[in-house]
């Protein structure tokens, strides 16, 4: 039987092991997880092993089932709607407030998490980059450093990451090209943020997030989807 030092360190690995194999989508939404399987590799019986997908699950990872066990979130034309209308007025609220608020620090780990973006560009997978673009706006959040903001934040970086993953890959020289032009609005994201200038930030998290939403509905939206920035999608009765 692990001490109890040991099983904090393996619910940790565990955690992080499943938080990966979500947002790289080798855990597929809407995938059962196999809590068996789960137990016996990690050597954690059920009791932690479950607070750790409890865990997850208010963290929008995982959803948990009465007496069903628990599932990968899934992705389903509502949540991409949904999706689609609150990222961008997230994501400017998040750069807006990092530029507000942002130690040296942060801003050094940002610049590491650009360099790392830099390299998936040139080398990595599809999985490598989402995966780096991701964790560079991580670090936006902590930056930001919001209670409010940060879980709807952090749950759009979620799906954000697995639409990358599994859709958000560069089949022609235009979309190349694009990817280019988001690593280059990543260094000025960094130099707004350097500076204090919140209006700037903000002008840039539209730009960003208008560069990528294009790639995106190529592949997650039917055609007949056509919302403007941060609207609400209307509904028709009868």
Known sequence: MPMAADTKTTKAML???LRMEIL??????GHDIDEARLSAEFALSRTPLREVLRQLAGEGFVVLRENRGARVTDMSFATLRDFFVAAPMI???????????ARPGQIAALKTAQERFRATLRQGSAIDR???NNRFHEITGEMAGNIYLLPSFHRLL????????????PRTAEMTDNLDAASRQHDEIIAAIEAGDEDRAGQLAEAHWNLSRGQIELFV??????????????T???
């Open 130 to 132: 989402a995966l780096a």
């Open 15 to 17: 955690y992080e092991h």
């Open 221 to 234: 939206m039917p055609d007949g989807l056509d919302l403007p920035l941060g609207a609400l999608p209307r």
């Open 24 to 29: 790289s989508t080798r855990l597929p939404p």
């Open 158 to 169: 979620i799906d954000h990451a697995r639409i990358g993953t599994t859709f958000y890959r």
């Open 236 to 238: 028709t009765t009868g």
């Open 91 to 101: 994501y400017g609220a998040v750069l807006r407030l990092a530029a507000g608020n």
